[in-house]
Structures are given as structure tokens and as C-alpha cells.
């Protein structure tokens, strides 16, 4: 298993790097991607076609960003509607757990904001794209929720989602090393770098790199047992790090460090006496790990990195607004919420309105005020169930050791960066799941 593991990482360090020189490869990687999952899934036995289309959407929402780099598939949100795809066939082939419920209310009441816009957006505005656009994630969200809920995989399952998730992130950030493999020479000012990020959006980027440098830690507390294996996770930690710092965009940054102090705290907590002698270990390993490369990254940025964090600009001056700007767009939301209380603005309407009203053609970047502005009450409604049915969910089922650390993904993901990937969509889907023990195998003496 371990041989099989390397040879996997170092086939996708090898796309990473093909893909870098030949971005028409990224194509072909994206086919690939779809012929591979499509064959599995439809060859798999009925029990276990629940567990291909998890690793499928899985490694979907890895590839996302570096698709989306190289503009590699069908169009910008393929990996989205690849996610969406997968999940009904789930459903086709399981149905949902009716427990399940709650999230077909969800769905059904995003759909008054559709016609809301049909209605009020000008004639002029591509009112497909527009409502495509917004609706793709929170849908993504409601169909992988109804999916997942009630399905039950094992621990070693589990090890191989986050293996299948990790691998195009691998590629992912090889690609950028590639496109950037000096970082000192690109730094001159602690705004988001998009030169860092691979030429691409850095709050994408650091989203992404942050929850790869998540699964490995998962992976190095809870399932790698040989020490060259544990190096090699290290290895990869630092690595997700430091790109993920070096973006400047602290959102997925900040995020991960919530979802791994969650992961370990909970992992510890359940821990026999035995075990957490040897966990205290590996937790300073880790810290000394993420502590030099914090020191390597401030290094790198000439110490910007540092004045980034402290909310200061280049010269060392604090900046008055933390979230750089977008209290100002949110608060326009809100504004946006109480004037039309009742069904909203309309999907995809509130950007064009400000624009309107301000001239400041900007997104908030927040699910949160988004939905309340554009669906009206029928949007708290919304959010009030994909914010309380999983803590629900939680009180029944408290055996996936990943619960809050994916639910804060989400939860924080959106509040910075929105849906616009599939990563927060289907990463809330996971903490639904339920995970048990592996059986332990019988022996069985011969009989002589």
C-alpha cells in the first residue's frame, strides 16, 4: 500500500510539472479525470458504488483550482457540475436517508430567487450565466448534503477519500512551484499575490493549499504508521504551508489553522491513555514543522508575510480595515435584505445593484449576506438549515473525528470566499458522514 501510495504521488508531481509546460494537457487531464471516475463508478459492485463517487467528488474538488489555472474542461465551473453529476447518480443509485430531508426544503427554496431575477434583472444581463453562476454552489451543497447523509464508510474508506483528494493537490501545488519557484523575487507589498498563487486568484489558491496541508496532518496523526512515511507527510505539510502563506490571502490560511486545532483536539480527546504519550510527540513534531515554516516564509517575503498578519502594510503602518473592504459590501447586503424582505433581490442581482448604486463592481465573498440579500427571508430559512441540520446531525452521530473540522471549513470558507469553488459545498457533505471501525479480520487456526 505504501508503494502503490508513492507511486500515485509521484504520477501526480509528474502532471503537475506536464501540465506547467503544456497547458492543452490540462484537457487531457480533465477527460481523463471524468472517463476514469465514470468507469469506476458504473463497475463498481451496488454496495459499494457510495464510496467511488465520494472518492470521485473527492478528487474533483482537488483538481478544481488547477483545472481552473491551465482553463482546462468543458468551461470555468466543470468541476462544480462534475461534483452535481456525481451526486444524483449517487442518489439514483441509493435514494437519501430521510433524515435527509431538511435539505430538499433547502433546495426548493432557492428556486423563488430564480424567477425573481427573471423579473427584475435588464434585459441586457445574461441572466443564464448570472444565475448559474450563484446558484451552482449552494446546489452543489444541497445534492452532495442529501447524498451523503446516512452513508456509512470505514476507516480505512475514509484514509482514501483524503488520499484521493490530496493527489491533484499535489499537482496543484507542483504546478505553482513551477510557475513560481522564487518567491522572494515576486514580493514587494503584503496584498494578495497573484504571482505566488500561480497566476491565479490567491484566495482560491490559499483555500485549497490550506486544506491540502489539512489532509496531510490528518494523515500524519491518524493513519501513516512507517516513519518515511510520516517524513514524507511532513515534507508535504511544509510544503502546502508555505505556498498557502505565501499567497497573502490569510483566509484559508486562518481557516486551516481552526480545522487542524479541532482535528487534534478531538483526536486526543478519544485517545486511550497509551496512545496520547506518543500523539504529545507527534504534536511537537508538527509544531516545530509549522514553526519553521512560518520562520522560511518571513524569510522568503523580507517579513511582510508578518506585517500581513498583523494587519500592517509594507511600511509597517496598521491598515484601518481588516477585511479590506468587504464590511462595506456586506453592510450593503444587509441593506439590500431589509428593503426587499421577503423574496430578496434575485439571484445573481446584488452585485449589479451596487455596481448601480456605488460603482464599486465587487463581491463580498459571502455566502452568509449573499443568500439573505438575494432570497429574502426564504434565504434565512435556507442558511438556518445548512447551519443547524448537521449540529443536529452531530448530537445523534459523534463518530466522525472530522466533524467540526469540516463543518468549520465551510462555515469559514463561505465567509470569505463564498462558493465559488466546490471545495466548502461538498467538504460540509463529508462531516454528514458516518465512519466506523474497520472489522478486525478473523483468524482462523487450520484444522490439522
Not at 433524515?99 to 434585459?123: C, E, K, N, Q, W
Amino acid at each position: 500500500m505504501q508503494n502503490g501510495y508513492l507511486k500515485i504521488v509521484g504520477l501526480h508531481i509528474l502532471i503537475g510539472i506536464l501540465v506547467y509546460f503544456s497547458r492543452a494537457l490540462g484537457d487531457v487531464y480533465f477527460y481523463g479525470i471524468v472517463a476514469y471516475f465514470f468507469f469506476k463508478i458504473f463497475t463498481a459492485a451496488v454496495p459499494m458504488k457510495s464510496f467511488e463517487i465520494i472518492k470521485a467528488c473527492a478528487y474533483v474538488l482537488g483538481a478544481e483550482v488547477l483545472l481552473r489555472m491551465t482553463g482546462s474542461g468543458l468551461f470555468y465551473e466543470s468541476s462544480k457540475y462534475l461534483v452535481v453529476v456525481f451526486t444524483i447518480m449517487g442518489l439514483f443509485y441509493k435514494g437519501f436517508n430521510l433524515r435527509a430531508t431538511p435539505y430538499v426544503l433547502y433546495v426548493l427554496l432557492l428556486i423563488p430567487g430564480i424567477y425573481v431575477s427573471l423579473y427584475a434583472l435588464d434585459v441586457s444581463a445574461d441572466i443564464r450565466k448570472a444565475v448559474a453562476f450563484n446558484l451552482s454552489g449552494p446546489v452543489c451543497l444541497g445534492l452532495a448534503a442529501l447524498f451523503c447523509m446516512g452513508v456509512s464508510i470505514t476507516r480505512s474508506q475514509l484514509e482514501q477519500i483524503i488520499n484521493f483528494a490530496v493527489y491533484p493537490l499535489i499537482s496543484t501545488v507542483i504546478y505553482i512551484v513551477a510557475f513560481n519557484p522564487n518567491v522572494s523575487e515576486v514580493v514587494a507589498s503584503t496584498g494578495s499575490n497573484f504571482v505566488t498563487s500561480g497566476g491565479f486568484g490567491p484566495n482560491q489558491v490559499s483555500t485549497v493549499l490550506s486544506l491540502g496541508a489539512f489532509f496531510m496532518t490528518v494523515k500524519f496523526f491518524m493513519f501513516t504508521k512507517t516513519r518515511v512515511m510520516r517524513y514524507v507527510d511532513l515534507a508535504f505539510i511544509l510544503l502546502f504551508s508555505f505556498r498557502a502563506i505565501v499567497t497573502f490571502s490569510r483566509g484559508g490560511v486562518l481557516t486551516a489553522i481552526i480545522m487542524v486545532a479541532c482535528f487534534i483536539f478531538f483526536q486526543y480527546r478519544f485517545m486511550d491513555r497509551n496512545k496520547k504519550s506518543s500523539m504529545l510527540i507527534s504534536i511537537v513534531l508538527f509544531i516545530g514543522v509549522i514553526t519553521a515554516t512560518w520562520v522560511y516564509s518571513s524569510i522568503q517575503t523580507n517579513g511582510l508575510i508578518t506585517n500581513r498578519y498583523a494587519n500592517e502594510n509594507a511600511r509597517g503602518e496598521e491598515k484601518q480595515d481588516v477585511t479590506t473592504g468587504r464590511v462595506f459590501l456586506i453592510k450593503k447586503e444587509l441593506e439590500e435584505f431589509f428593503e426587499n424582505p421577503f423574496l430578496g433581490v434575485g439571484v445573481g442581482r446584488i452585485k449589479d445593484l451596487r455596481f448601480q448604486e456605488t460603482g464599486i463592481q465587487a463581491a463580498s465573498h459571502n455566502e452568509m449576506s449573499r443568500i439573505v440579500a438575494e432570497h429574502g427571508l426564504l434565504g434565512v430559512i435556507a442558511f438556518a438549515i445548512i447551519l443547524f441540520v448537521p449540529l443536529l446531525f452531530r448530537l445523534r452521530d459523534r463518530n466522525n473525528v472530522l466533524f467540526f473540522s469540516f463543518y468549520f471549513f465551510w462555515f469559514l470558507t463561505i465567509n470569505h470566499s463564498a462558493m465559488r469553488i466546490a471545495a466548502p459545498a461538498f467538504i460540509y457533505a463529508l462531516s454528514l458522514l458516518h465512519i466506523r471501525h474497520d472489522q478486525p479480520r478473523l483468524h482462523r487456526e487450520q484444522i490439522k
